[in-house]
Structures are given as structure tokens and as C-alpha cells.
């Protein structure tokens, strides 16, 4: 009955969201200034949250594949800058701000970014009117023309136009995360000292960028949203790259704190040289802004699932086969850090051709000084010596382990991944479109600046926020709060195209039912003809049948007339009709 109604439910999304898909591409088409407003609308009726987020939760890839969606994204994506811009012309004027005001990068407008006429104010008292705009303009309440902008306002625009871009964000946080990285490497290669010496300052540098890190984590997950303060930190954590995030700080405070101390300054060195290898890992997270790369990020998250099924069947043979080879070869060491060395990591070792015979075959073991006292090779006084009775079984076993490890179990492996990467790469577009919106929403409510200048960022949030209460423009590109009349206007032009794509439906229905009639029209017309066809070949045998009667009847006359007349005397007889 589980199983049934999962089933069902799932149909039942899938059926939805298709319904969804259509009556938004035909708000899109309609209205497509209309059609955003109702992506980023706050619903009461669901919690505040919007279409978007739903989507996001209900994990509708479908429907964040459509090209109504990733309009949206990409427009906020490069905010209002053109979306040709390359790359190499971002990195220039990241690093050289003074080119914002040049024509090294090309911005929209005021008149490219409302694309009307000034005397047509945006306003949504008639459902027929299809203006396009640009998502800051267009989520705004302001429905005054523009007036021709002053130098020192057109200088402030340029510069909050490449600031608050996401892309611009992206940029920056990617630059400024590999120089941490780098000077992250820095510290533990080149200027890591042991106490009492104290830290050198690169490596005061180093702490203050991972506070500032530590500062924007605690931003994300406390102060981002319009939840409680509960409920942001749920959502926070449903995020896999901030636990990864979380995971590397942690494990840089610990490495610190056990690196300031003479006792702990090696454990210190090794925490911070893992903890290395975690921030490394977290560029993985960039690739998602890729087409190419985005979708292999979703493959090797599969893959690593089906590693760890992969290795609970390989642990199980690693076992069977380390602890007989071990009970069989060395009885005698009871070392248990040895013993675990042998049965786990020498088998494993095995598997890829680093195999040590001359532990393993007797007839290669040379004569050593060995014994087999338990007591002295317990106090490591000799080494144990190779027990060479039942060496045949140990050899057997090898070969066995050898066959089963590396061509079942890996061969077994190979096709998972394959299966995984033929599952995911035929629907990759449709992958990255969805985790593309992740990305997209995590670098648009991020500040401006990157670590470690972020607290800049964060000094000049918490004063426009907190102390002049002026509310964050951006905040409308993905949670747009409407009036109540026009959030009743919306609705309405919605329930107008719903309307309009549910007629749609009914008439391709009808269509597609006019035309199956049809074509059933055109088989029986056929089959009628074919039965008059089968009557006039009925008919016309029955005329042959009865003239071939009157034959036959003629004949029979001329024949007894001629057996009776003086013709035919003398003659032989008349042939007569045989009988079957």
C-alpha cells in the first residue's frame, strides 16, 4: 500500500507540475514582465515563500528547464550589465575599478533597461499591455518616468550596477578564495612556526581572513531571510556546501588552537594540513556556474554513492581474505596495530599489483632472524617468522582474491558508474538549470565585496539596515512583496491565462479527437467499399450462375431433341453427365 501510494503522489506531482509548466509558458508569452513577478510573488496562502522556492523544495526540474526561468536567472545573474560581457573584461575591472566608468564594459540604459515610452507608466490595470523591462526596474513599485540622470547619480549607477551583479560577486569571492588558498598553502609550507616563537604575520593575516569567513557563514545562516531565526539556521544546514563550510572552520579553530600550544603544536600541523585539503575541495562548488562542468558535479555526488556500496561488498571480501591469510601466515604476532596493517591494508594494496611474494610464497621467503615466541615479538626483540605450513591454501586464497577483487567487484563498480554517468548526462541540461538556481540565489544575497574586505560589506549592511532602516533593493529580485491590489491584479491576469491555456488544452483535445474521428471515418468509408465491392462480385456471379443454368438447360433440349430426330441414329450415344 507504501509503495502504491508513493506511486501515486508521485504522479500527482509529475501531473502538477506539468500544469504548472503550462500555465506559466503561457503567462510568458503573454506578459513576460508578469510572468517574473509571478516567480519571485510572496504567497500568503503558502507561507510567504514564492514559486520559485516551492519549485526549489519540491525538487520540479521540469520546471526550472523552462526558458521563462533561466530568463530570470540570467537577467539577475548579470544584473545590468550586458550579458555578452567576457570574462577577461570582469577580472580587469574587478582589479581596476576605475574602468567601471569606461566603455571597457557595456551597462543598459535607462532607456534600454524600461524599453517603453516614457508616457506609458507600468501599470497593470489593463491585462492586454506587454511591456519588458529589466528585473531591478521592473520587480520596483515605481511607476514615474525616469528623469535624465546627473553626472555624479550616473557615476553612483555605474558603480552599484557592476557591484551588485552577481556574477560580480562570483568573480570576486573565486579570486580572492584562491589567494586565500594560496597564502593558505603559504603559511604551512614556507612560515609555520612552532611556539614559542608565535605566529609570523602571514599567519595572522590567515586568521583574520578565516574570521571573516567565519563572519559571512554567520550571516548566511542568522540574518538572511524573513524566517526565525530557527528556522533560517534549518535551512542553512540543509545546504551540503555549508556543512562543508562549516566542517573546514571548525577544523581550522581546532587546528589553531592546538597549534598555539608546545604539546599540541604537531596535532595543530596536522588538523590544519587536512583542513587544507577541505577548502581545497570546496572549489569544486565553482564548477556549478558551468554547462559543461555543472552536471559532473551532480555525477560524482552519485558516484560516490555508489562507491560506498561498492565498498561494503569489497570490505567484506577484504575481511574474509586478511584475516585467513593472516591467521595462516603469522599466528604467533599479536601486535593488533600489525595486525590491522595486514588484514586491511596490505590486501587492499594487493588489488592494484603490490604484491609481496616473498612474505607470501614459501619457496621465495629468505632465511632471517625470526621467531616464533610471542612474548619477544610482542617487545619487538625479533621479527615473526612466516609459517610455511598449509603455504598452498595462502597462494590458492591470493589467487582467488585476486579474481574476485579485480575483475568482478571492480568491473562491478565500472558499470554503476556507467549507468550513473549515462543517467545524469542524458538530462544534464535539465541538472544544471536546477542547481544553477542554487547558485544564483547564494551570490545574490551575498555583499559585494569578498573575503577578507567582507566586513566592509557587512559595516555598511548593518548600517543601512539596522541605523538608517532602509530596506535592500535586491531583495525584490527574488522575494517581491505586492500590495494587495496588486497582488489582486496579478492574480487576476494569471487566472486570465490559466483560462486561456486550459481552453488550449480543451481545443488540441478536441482537435486531436476531430482528427482521430476522422481517420476512423476514412477506415469505415473504406471497409463500405470494400463491401460493395464483395456484393457487385456477388451479384455478378449470380448472373453468370444463372445463365450457365440456362445453358446447360438449352444444351440438355438440343440433346434429346437430336436422340429423338433421324440425325443422329446410327451414331454413338450422347455422353452423359458424370457423377461425382
Given at each position: 500500500m507504501e509503495a502504491e501510494e508513493a506511486a501515486s503522489m508521485k504522479n500527482l506531482a509529475l501531473r502538477f507540475e506539468n500544469l504548472a509548466i503550462g500555465v506559466f509558458n503561457e503567462c510568458y508569452r503573454n506578459g513576460e514582465p508578469r510572468a517574473y513577478k509571478l516567480l519571485v510573488r510572496r504567497s500568503s496562502l503558502w507561507g510567504g515563500a514564492t514559486i520559485l522556492h516551492l519549485a526549489h523544495q519540491a525538487d520540479a526540474l521540469l520546471f526550472f528547464a523552462q526558458d521563462g526561468v533561466q530568463s530570470l536567472l540570467t537577467q539577475n545573474w548579470w544584473g545590468e550589465m550586458d550579458q555578452s560581457t567576457p570574462v577577461w573584461k570582469l577580472l580587469l575591472t574587478f582589479f581596476c575599478p576605475p574602468l567601471i566608468f569606461t566603455d571597457l564594459i557595456t551597462f543598459r540604459s535607462m532607456d534600454d533597461d524600461l524599453r517603453l515610452d516614457p508616457s506609458q507608466p507600468m501599470e497593470m490595470d489593463s491585462l492586454d499591455t506587454d511591456v519588458k523591462t529589466t528585473v531591478g526596474y521592473m520587480m520596483s513599485e515605481n511607476t514615474d518616468p525616469p528623469s535624465p540622470p546627473s553626472p555624479r547619480r550616473f557615476?553612483?549607477?555605474?558603480?552599484?550596477?557592476?557591484?551588485?551583479?552577481?556574477?560580480?560577486?562570483?568573480?570576486g569571492n573565486v579570486v580572492m578564495y584562491l589567494l586565500f588558498l594560496f597564502l593558505f598553502s603559504y603559511v604551512l609550507l614556507m612560515d609555520f612556526s612552532a611556539p614559542p616563537a608565535g605566529p609570523s604575520a602571514s599567519e595572522i593575516i590567515l586568521y583574520i581572513w578565516v574570521f571573516t569567513l567565519v563572519c559571512e557563514e554567520?550571516?548566511?545562516?542568522?540574518?538572511?531571510?524573513?524566517?526565525?531565526?530557527?528556522?533560517?539556521?534549518?535551512?542553512y544546514l540543509q545546504d551540503t556546501w555549508n556543512k562543508f563550510d562549516i566542517t573546514a572552520l571548525l577544523l581550522f579553530i581546532l587546528g589553531v588552537i592546538c597549534r598555539l600550544f608546545p604539546d599540541s603544536f604537531e596535532s595543530g600541523r596536522t588538523i590544519l594540513c587536512l583542513d587544507f585539503m577541505v577548502f581545497t575541495l570546496r572549489l569544486?562548488?565553482?564548477?556549478?556556474?558551468?554547462?559543461?562542468?555543472?552536471?559532473?558535479m551532480i555525477i560524482v555526488g552519485r558516484m560516490m554513492k555508489d562507491v560506498f556500496l561498492f565498498l561494503f561488498f569489497l570490505g567484506v571480501w577484504l575481511v574474509a581474505y586478511g584475516v585467513t591469510t593472516e591467521g595462516l601466515l603469522l599466528p604467533h604476532d599479536r601486535r593488533l596495530p600489525w595486525i590491522f596493517r595486514r588484514v586491511f591494508y596490505r590486501p587492499y594494496l594487493q588489488i592494484f599489483g603490490q604484491i609481496p611474494l616473498n612474505e607470501i610464497d614459501a619457496a621465495l621467503i629468505a632465511a632471517a632472524n625470526c621467531t616464533y615466541d610471542p612474548v619477544a615479538i610482542l617487545m619487538e626483540e625479533a621479527q615473526p617468522c612466516t609459517n610455511t605450513y598449509a603455504n598452498w591454501l595462502v597462494l590458492i586464497l591470493l589467487v582467488v582474491f585476486l579474481l574476485v577483487a579485480n575483475i568482478l567487484l571492480l568491473n562491478l563498480l565500472i558499470a554503476m558508474f556507467s549507468y550513473t554517468f549515462a543517467k545524469v548526462q542524458g538530462n544534464s541540461d535539465i541538472y544544471w538549470k536546477s542547481q544553477r538556481y542554487n547558485l544564483i540565489l547564494e551570490y545574490h544575497n551575498r555583499p559585494a565585496l569578498a573575503p577578507p574586505f567582507i566586513l566592509i560589506s557587512h559595516l555598511h549592511l548593518f548600517i543601512?539596515?539596522?541605523?538608517?532602516?532602509?530596506?535592500?533593493?535586491?531583495?525584490?529580485?527574488?522575494?517581491?512583496?505586492?500590495?494587495?491590489?496588486?497582488?489582486?491584479?496579478?492574480?487576476?491576469?494569471?487566472?486570465?491565462?490559466?483560462?486561456?491555456?486550459?481552453?488550449?488544452?480543451?481545443?488540441?483535445?478536441?482537435?486531436?479527437?476531430?482528427?482521430?474521428?476522422?481517420?476512423?471515418?476514412?477506415?469505415?468509408?473504406?471497409?463500405?467499399?470494400?463491401?460493395?465491392?464483395?456484393?457487385?462480385?456477388?451479384?455478378?456471379?449470380?448472373?453468370?450462375?444463372?445463365?450457365?443454368?440456362?445453358?446447360?438447360?438449352?444444351?440438355?433440349?438440343?440433346?434429346?431433341?437430336?436422340?429423338?430426330?433421324?440425325?443422329a441414329k446410327g451414331r454413338k450415344a450422347p455422353p452423359a453427365q458424370k457423377k461425382d
Open positions: 557615476w553612483l549607477r555605474r558603480w552599484r550596477q557592476f557591484w551588485g551583479a552577481p556574477v560580480t560577486a562570483f568573480l554567520v550571516r548566511q545562516g542568522c540574518f538572511v531571510g524573513s524566517q526565525p531565526v530557527l528556522q533560517r539556521v534549518r535551512q569544486i562548488h565553482i564548477f556549478a556556474v558551468n554547462k559543461q562542468l555543472g552536471p559532473k543601512k539596515r539596522h541605523i538608517r532602516k532602509v530596506q535592500s533593493s535586491k531583495g525584490r529580485h527574488f522575494l517581491l512583496k505586492l500590495s494587495e491590489t496588486q497582488d489582486a491584479r496579478l492574480l487576476t491576469w494569471e487566472s486570465v491565462q490559466k483560462e486561456n491555456y486550459l481552453v488550449a488544452q480543451k481545443r488540441q483535445k478536441r482537435d486531436a479527437d476531430t482528427e482521430r474521428l476522422r481517420r476512423t471515418s476514412q477506415k469505415v468509408d473504406q471497409v463500405l467499399k470494400q463491401l460493395s465491392e464483395i456484393k457487385e462480385s456477388e451479384r455478378r456471379l449470380r448472373t453468370l450462375e444463372t445463365k450457365m443454368e440456362y445453358c446447360t438447360t438449352a444444351l440438355a433440349w438440343m440433346v434429346d431433341v437430336l436422340a429423338q430426330s433421324d440425325i
